[in-house]
């Protein structure tokens, strides 16, 4: 069963680019160069060949997925969302209970997640974590390295 994905309108618009790239720039690519490779000779022998097949079978997989996550996906209206627990979308400021650090974080759907934009995944460790909570409540996360307590200082959209 295939699992609902939310996104921004950027978000889904960037995910529709990059698809339309795949299918008529990264397609067409393949398909040239298994035919340059095949006319090189005997096929039994061809390295290119093969590995022009791998790549374009390695490429039609990747399109079939972003195909899949596209069907699933549906568009967040923010303005209809709830700003007193963390939800999709939400902007969030989290202390560290241990270290006094304060950090800012924008849960996203995986697609979307960009650690050097402060974009997390709602699917990541700290993104479960934090999702549900409210202002004042302290998220206890499991991490690899244990478990940290972060308090919710501020939730935005």
Known sequence: MSKISYYTAEGLKKLKEELN??????RPKA???????RDKGDLSE??????????QGMLEM???KMEETLSNARVID??????SKILVLSKVKIKNQVNGMTMDYTLVADGEADLS????????????????????????????????????IEITR
């Not at 790239?21 to 990264?26: A, F, I, N, P, Q």
């Not at 923010?78 to 700003?83: C, G, V």
Request: glycine share 8%.
């Open 31 to 37: 398909s040239n160069a298994i035919a340059e490779a």
């Open 21 to 26: 790239h795949l299918k008529d720039v990264e």
């Open 62 to 64: 990747r399109i079939s």
């Open 46 to 55: 061809n390295a290119e060949y093969d590995a022009a097949k791998e790549a």
């Open 78 to 83: 923010e303005s209809q969302l709830d700003n």
């Open 117 to 152: 934009m402060g974009k997390i995944s709602v699917n990541s460790p700290i993104g479960k974590g934090l999702l549900g909570k409210s202002v004042g409540d302290i998220a206890q996360i499991n991490v690899p390295s244990g478990v940290i307590n972060f308090e919710i």
